[in-house]
């Protein structure tokens, strides 16, 4: 019998066996937990971090903000025994845009962070895109 290509087999989406890939699952812990974490400093001690870092308090409280709900999404996926591929692929894809925006903000001064503002906001972006690279690795064990 020839294989019908719109069956429901192929309609159904590919998933991550999240809870079947330990480096996924570790690795959407953590990026969680450090992401709820850091938001949460940013929005308390926004003035406080703003002067040492040279950066607005605004940018660090909406910064902190996003990455409060940013933060508790990755976590609570990272719970999940399985979860759709294009969500976690999202992460992915949200996190190297974060790096690779920071890297940016960096190198442009944008912001005009203080030294060590800079060094900061450089730190940040080689943690998130560790993240999204050993998420990537993780997705494609995952997918196996």
Avoid: C, K
């Amino acid at each position: 019998m020839a294989e019908n290509r719109f069956d429901t087999v192929s309609r159904t989406p590919a998933v991550a066996r999240i809870r079947e890939t330990p480096l996924l699952r570790w690795t959407l812990e953590l990026d969680g937990i450090a992401s709820v974490v850091t938001g949460l400093v940013y929005v308390l001690a926004a003035g406080w971090l703003g002067d040492r870092l040279g950066l607005s308090t605004a940018l660090l409280s909406s910064a902190g903000a996003v990455m409060l709900v940013g933060g508790a999404v990755v976590f609570a996926v990272s719970t999940r025994r399985e979860a759709p591929v294009l969500w976690v692929g999202a992460i992915i894809v949200l996190n190297t845009v974060w790096a690779v925006d920071s890297v940016v903000v960096a190198a442009t001064g944008w912001f005009h962070p203080t030294t060590a503002g800079t060094t900061w906001i450089l730190l940040q972006a080689a943690v998130v895109a560790v993240f999204a690279a050993l998420e990537w690795a993780g997705l494609r064990q995952a997918r196996r």
